[in-house]
């Protein structure tokens, strides 16, 4: 697999996705090195990290009662 992404013509895009809100996340570390890894054999990476964007349902939060309804009905259908 290796030799296939260092002779391939386009370069291989691999998206690491990290949805831990802490801080120091092992998680967040973990992927950073998966994709140091996939760098070092020629993929183009990027870190999508989900604390960089406001998602109502991963900000830790109890009270839901600031969230907007639209949100709400989809999470009980789901």
């Not at 996705?17 to 092992?26: A, D, E, P, Q, V």
């Not at 890894?37 to 009270?63: N, P, S």
């Amino acid at each position: 697999m290796v030799r296939q992404m260092q002779n391939s013509a386009q370069p291989i895009s691999i998206a690491g996705i990290c949805g831990s809100l802490r801080k120091g996340s092992y998680t967040r570390q973990a992927v950073r090195i998966a994709l140091q890894g996939a760098e070092e054999v020629g993929a183009q990476t990027r870190l999508i990290d989900l604390r960089d964007y406001d998602l109502i349902f991963c900000d830790g939060k109890e009270d839901e009662s600031t969230y907007p309804e639209h949100g709400m009905q989809r999470r009980r259908s789901g």
